[in-house]
């Protein structure tokens, strides 16, 4: 089997790991010719949009798949539209691109979310109560496109220093934590979901996820994986989808949906039954799910900007150290570190922080 990965980052670099034991290889495009996916199957350097690179990866594949939701959803309707097996389907992306349409989706199936707002020009963000967190609607990742407004002085002017393109103004919610939740559907319908997990961030990108969530009560879990399993039903999904949430009390509201393998779900790699990477390849090439049961609690640790010393990490009793092979760059992710169980992640989280 051959599968196609729109995107050449540490997430179809992954995906690719996870495949070889099955002899599913991969390819990739990415603009980039040092994608750090290419180590690990064939790369065609090419914009995400461009036709012939579209094409060449379509004659590699035997279905094809995305790793984040930056890739143009008019790319996946092309290869779509020209015979290509497309996993999850465009609309999805399409969906997860705008942030408009993802609210409107959590409406349409119940699932609460913060109080929003449409914001178009100047004086709809005028109009808007404070404090609220303005959102572009498009190409938002990692805490990009998106700035808090607590006063009138923050609000004036923020339409056009935000790019002055569609937006959303959400209200800003004193939430307890962030929590997610990850589930994959396969090609007959069936779903499985790994345990809720609990997420800490910092300048807008994910640090730490505590899997499964720390006292987390049946009622929360439940709650949550009702909302991810009628967000697969409604998309007719195959493959893994991510759900962000914050807990107000005994509230869950959703924040945003990933249509591909995620952040939260890296601890999978060595804390559950069947990963994330291996159970979105097994959906999308109709293959049986595996189970998503948690081995053992189980810390994940981003490496963010640099890496610590690789001997130092490597001395971590139960750490299970994954680089991706990218050069360092404030903000980047570089790689993370999976502590099965124990207190030892802190040790780590203070290595990734200094």
């Known amino acids: 089997m051959r599968v196609g990965i729109l995107g050449g980052g540490q997430l179809a670099r992954m995906l690719a790991l996870a495949g070889h034991p099955l002899g599913i290889a991969c390819s990739f495009l990415d603009p980039s010719p040092d994608a ?98 303005l959102k572009t609607r498009r190409l938002g990742y990692d805490g990009k496109g998106q700035r808090v407004l607590h006063t009138g002085d923050e609000r004036d002017s923020a339409f056009e220093a935000m790019g002055g393109t569609p937006m959303i103004a959400e209200q800003l919610v004193e939430f307890d934590r962030e929590l997610s939740i990850v589930g994959v559907r396969g090609r007959d319908g069936s779903v499985a979901c790994y345990p809720l997990v609990e997420n800490h961030h910092r300048d807008g990108i994910l640090r730490v996820t505590h899997a499964p969530a ?53 601890w999978t790699i060595d804390g559950a039954e069947t990963s994330q990477f291996e159970n979105h390849l097994r959906a999308v090439c109709g293959l049986p799910l595996g189970s998503t049961a948690l081995r053992a609690p189980s810390t994940m640790v981003n490496l963010v900007g640099g890496e610590p010393p690789l001997a130092e990490l490597a001395a971590i009793e139960g750490a299970h150290i994954h680089l991706y092979g990218k050069s360092p760059r404030p903000g980047r992710k570089l790689g993370h570190v999976t502590i099965s169980g124990g207190r030892e992640w802190r040790r780590v989280a203070d290595l990734a922080d200094r």
Not at 37 to 57: H, K, M
Not at 231 to 255: I, K, P, T
């Open 36 to 133: 750090c996916a290419g180590a690990v199957g064939d790369l065609i350097v090419d914009a995400y949009d461009a036709p012939d690179g579209l094409d060449r990866l379509a004659a590699a594949s035997d279905v094809v798949t995305f790793e984040f939701e930056s890739v143009p959803a008019s790319s996946a309707t092309r290869l779509s539209q020209r015979g290509a097996s497309v996993r999850p389907p465009a609309e999805s992306l399409a969906i997860a691109e705008d942030r408009l349409l993802e609210k409107r989706l959590f409406g349409e199936l119940g699932i609460e979310t913060p109080a929003f707002t449409t914001v178009d020009s100047q004086r709809d963000l005028d109009d808007t109560a404070l404090p609220a967190v």
């Open 214 to 266: 720390p006292g987390l009560t049946a009622a929360l879990e439940q709650l949550a994986e009702r909302a991810l399993r009628s967000l697969l039903e409604r998309l007719e999904y195959v493959g893994v989808l991510a759900l962000e949430l914050f807990q107000v009390g005994d509230r869950l509201l959703a924040n945003e949906i990933a249509p591909r393998v995620h952040n939260s779900g890296h």
